[in-house]
């Protein structure tokens, strides 16, 4: 009964930005480590950026100085600011979440969303 609904994906030009969301919902007891991963065809999904719940950070080294990870606690979501995009970042990128969850007791479970379509081009 968790969901993680993304939001924020479209085109833009190298050097534009953009700024995808990631909103949980559902019977949430608590939410732990929450993250950006991203996936371009015939590529292998990679981390992008993730964030702890007390506010540690981890960036990938392609996106270091570019992109912004953060998280609202009081409202279950997490977002991504990415500026300075080039074209390498285009791919679909996906929350995921570490989720303890009301209906399911003591057990951290592991979510994903749907993914939302980042496209840079000119």
């Known amino acids: 009964q968790v969901q993680l609904v993304e939001s924020g994906g479209g085109l833009v030009q190298p050097g534009g930005s953009l700024r995808l969301s990631c909103a949980a919902s559902?019977?949430?007891?608590?939410?732990?480590?929450m993250g950006w991963y991203r996936q371009a065809p015939e590529k292998q999904r990679e981390l992008v950026a993730d964030i702890t719940r007390g506010g540690s950070t981890k960036y990938a080294d392609s996106v270091k100085g570019r992109f912004t990870i953060s998280r609202d606690n009081a409202n279950n979501t997490i977002y991504l600011q990415m500026n300075s995009l080039k074209p390498e970042d285009t791919a679909v990128y996906y929350c995921?979440?570490?989720?303890?969850?009301?209906?399911?007791?003591?057990?951290?479970?592991?979510?994903w969303g749907q993914g939302t379509q980042v496209t840079v081009s000119s």
């Open positions: 995921k979440a570490v989720i303890r969850s009301s209906t399911y007791g003591p057990i951290e479970r592991l979510y």
């Open positions: 559902g019977s949430i007891f608590n939410i732990y480590t």
